[in-house]
Every structure is written in C-alpha cells, then in structure tokens.
C-alpha cells in the first residue's frame, strides 16, 4: 500500500473519475520518472504536500502491484546501479559532459537528486535496449531528517518510497480510513 501526498483536486479526480496520477518527470527525482508513494506512510504523505505547499493538501491511498520491481534493499539492484552509473559516467567523458549533482543538503542528506535520477534512467534505457522485462516499479528505502535522538542514526523522516514507472500496477485509489483528524491536526500544529 502506498500513500501520494498532492492537491485535493488531484485526489479527488483520481478516486471520482478512475482517473491515474501523473507520472513525475523531474530531473531530480530520487528514483527517476514516475508516480511517488510514501509506503504505509500517509502522514508522511501530507508532509511532504505540505512542505511542497499544496494550496489544499490532501493524501490518497494506492493499492500497488509492484510486478517486476527493482528493489534497493537487494544487492543485485545496487550493483546494477553502480553499473549503470560507471556507464554514465563513461558517457560523460567521451562526450566532454558533466555528470549531473545531487545537491541541496538538509539535514546531512542531498534532497536534489539529479545525479541519482540519471543513474536510475540509465539503468531503464539500458534495460529496455537489451530487451529485458522492463522494471515497473523501484523501491528503495530513504534516512531523511534529523536524528531521532542523540547517539542514533535513525532520522525521524525515514521512509520507504515506491516509484511506480508502469501506472497498470496501480490497482485502485482510496482515502486513507480515519485519516482525516490525524490530517486536521498536523494542518493546525504546522500551520
């Protein structure tokens, strides 16, 4: 289950019409283009529509299939990556090209990940060169934020995030149950 923080006219079109989220196509993009969830997370949801300042914050719910998924959190995945990036970087050298940067560091952590973002679809484009089964969805698990407290390296705004590339894994939409005090609250507290 994952949860999308957005408008509530993007919410509401989604769940009213059957309509789809839109694919994301930010070169900066943590885990290249697609539609972002927050898994088992709609707080963490409404906080990043918050801090993105959606004008009406909402969060919908997504039930995911994640078919073929390119999990970070095995290392098979991880080395396609790092072979990705070497292939980038290569390319970057004959062409006289920068590779792009993750910058704009809060809290010890890069928020902009453009350099990431290339990786990850250099990785796709290779893929699908090579006629593999493409990747539906990346899923990969993020230390954000300050730490929870003194001495530990658990940061308050960790997360896992979904990045579904292939929108017929996305089975249908939902308003997260109970959600909406626990919504109206944190609207006030950070108000």
């Not at 098979?76 to 990036?85: E, I, P």
């Not at 940061?155 to 149950?177: D, M, T």
Request: hydrophobic share 35%.
């Amino acid at each position: 289950m994952g949860f999308h923080g957005c408008e509530e006219e993007v919410a509401q079109n989604a769940l009213l019409l059957c309509g789809s989220l839109q694919k994301s196509f930010n070169d900066y993009d943590w885990l290249g283009n697609g539609v972002y969830f927050w898994e088992n997370d709609p707080l963490r949801a409404l906080e990043w529509a918050v801090k993105n300042k959606k004008k009406n914050p909402a969060v919908i719910g997504a039930v995911i299939d994640l078919g073929c998924c390119l999990s970070l959190l095995e290392r098979g995945a991880v080395k396609l990556l790092q072979s990705s990036y070497a292939q980038l970087l290569n390319d970057a050298e004959k062409t006289g090209l920068n590779l792009p940067k993750n910058t704009a560091e809060t809290h010890g952590h890069k928020l902009i990940r453009r350099l990431d973002c290339a990786v990850f679809e250099k990785l796709h484009e290779t893929v699908k060169a090579s006629k593999a089964d493409t990747y539906d969805t990346v899923i990969g698990a993020f230390m954000e934020g300050r730490p929870a407290y003194e001495g530990t390296e658990i940061a308050e705004q960790s997360h896992i995030q979904i990045c579904v590339r292939n929108i017929e894994c996305i089975k249908g939409y939902f308003l997260p149950l109970g959600f909406e005090e626990e919504k109206r609250r944190y609207l006030k507290d950070n108000a």
